[in-house]
């Protein structure tokens, strides 16, 4: 009797390990289709917001409506670094369930991974947008919004590393004097 107990309890548990990467093999792909089409989407809204932005006053700000929202040059800044750290994340955890075929992973951290990065994209966007190019001015091209994506899919498919070393910076600040 305890034969057949042995081989029956492997053969469901080699089923759910099976039934789990089909569900994370679906997942990725599911957000793979929608992650890029937004990029594209989002990347072409910051284009004609861009362009938009050159034309009007300098004290005029420009907008879009989408979707019933009215969407600002900065908005669709935010959008795009979203859409661009979501692409890079799904890349980083495609490769990564490839590589280690981990089933043992729960299939929630492949679901959140690309949220993460998405802010974390959002938020690289912002730091390279203020720091080091200025998006409305005579000086903008569609170069730089070239830029930000890629800053922001970088830091989607090096999330990890990106927060380490924000992290690092962080923790280098100045520090509050006690008397």
Known sequence: MSN?????????T????RSSRRVIVAINIIEAVIALPCLVAAYGLAEHLVA??????PHQVVSQSV?????????????????AGAVGSVIQQSMAFARNAAPDHPVAWYVM???????LGS????AVNTGLL???D??????????????????????DQVLRRLRRMLDRGPRPRTN
């Open 4 to 12: 057949t107990v042995g081989p029956q309890r492997k053969r469901t």
């Open 14 to 17: 080699t089923g759910v390990r």
């Open 52 to 57: 938009a932005q050159e034309t009007a006053g």
């Open 67 to 83: 979707a019933h929202l009215a969407i600002t040059l900065n908005m669709s800044l935010l959008i795009v670094g979203a859409a």
């Open 113 to 119: 991974r690309p949220l993460w990065s998405a802010l």
């Open 123 to 126: 938020v690289s966007v912002i």
């Open 134 to 136: 200025s998006i409305g």
């Open 138 to 159: 005579d000086t903008t091209s569609s170069a730089a919004v070239a830029v930000l994506v890629l800053t922001g899919c970088l830091a989607g498919l090096f999330t």
